[in-house]
């Protein structure tokens, strides 16, 4: 069974650039989560999507937005790049929506994006 | 204060030490905890899961919960080198529509041979 593809693994963008980042979650997963990791404030949580609704979201500007299709893929995109966004950023699905029970999330390997 | 606190790192123990990695946590309406092992330039992968407190048992590894002191643990027994990653921890609250994972910053743990 294949897992969580990220897409493109490795970015460098400069500043005021925008960048979208693409997710397939595993088969048969409806809900897709979005996160971002950095050294120093570790893996925070940017929103989670299920049946293409936005279901949560976490404190970010709006200059982060995401988007789920009908098949579940998703993509996150983030506008007028700074350079405190470069990190690697983690898409999760999970079988149910994170609202739901549980709470197992199966990550990608991530996306890092190095802003200059 | 955020909502989940991990022992700063790094740490380097001998092979076949006994490791013990903590997390507490603010929110008492956390009812899921786990434990995430993320390995160099890998994604996060599920490692234990445990619902209230109580401990949890999975060949070398032990995941304790004591939600009077809003404390979590994870044991490691006979640690190898191919335990070397960043562990993190993770509380979950089922609330509805703010319902979301919170993760420590994480702690990495190297096992020398």
């Known amino acids: 069974k294949a897992g969580v593809t990220q897409t493109p693994r490795y970015l460098i963008k400069t500043r005021g650039q925008q960048v979208t980042l693409s997710c397939s979650p595993i088969?048969?997963?409806?809900?897709v989560s979005w996160y971002q990791q950095t050294p120093g404030q570790g893996l925070q949580f940017l929103f989670e999507?299920?049946?293409?609704?936005?279901?949560n979201k976490g404190n970010f500007p709006g200059r982060f937005s995401g988007r789920q299709f009908s098949n579940s893929r998703s993509e996150m995109n983030v506008s007028t790049l700074e350079l405190g966004d470069s990190a690697l950023y983690l898409c999760?699905?999970?079988?149910?929506?994170?609202?739901?029970?549980?709470?197992?999330?199966?990550f990608g390997e991530g996306s890092r994006l190095t802003v200059l | 204060q955020k909502e989940v606190e991990q022992d700063p790192g790094p740490l380097s123990v001998p092979e076949g030490a006994i490791v013990s990695l903590n997390c507490t946590y603010s929110?008492?309406?956390?009812?899921?905890f786990m434990w995430y092992r993320q390995y160099s330039r890998k994604g996060p992968e599920l490692l234990m899961y445990?619902?209230?407190?109580g401990n949890k048992e999975d060949g070398r590894f032990t995941a304790q919960v004591d939600k009077s002191s809003k404390y979590i643990s994870l044991f490691i027994r006979d640690s190898q080198p191919s335990d070397s990653a960043t562990y993190l921890c993770?509380?979950?609250?089922?609330?509805?529509?703010?319902?979301?994972?919170?993760f420590g910053k994480g702690i990495t743990l190297s096992v020398r041979p």
């Open positions: 929110n008492s309406a956390f009812q899921y």
């Open positions: 088969s048969g997963h409806r809900s």
């Open positions: 999507y299920f049946s293409e609704t936005q279901r």
């Open positions: 993770a509380s979950f609250r089922l609330t509805g529509a703010n319902s979301k994972l919170t």
């Open positions: 999760a699905s999970s079988l149910e929506s994170a609202s739901g029970k549980g709470g197992e999330l199966f």
């Open positions: 445990t619902y209230s407190s």
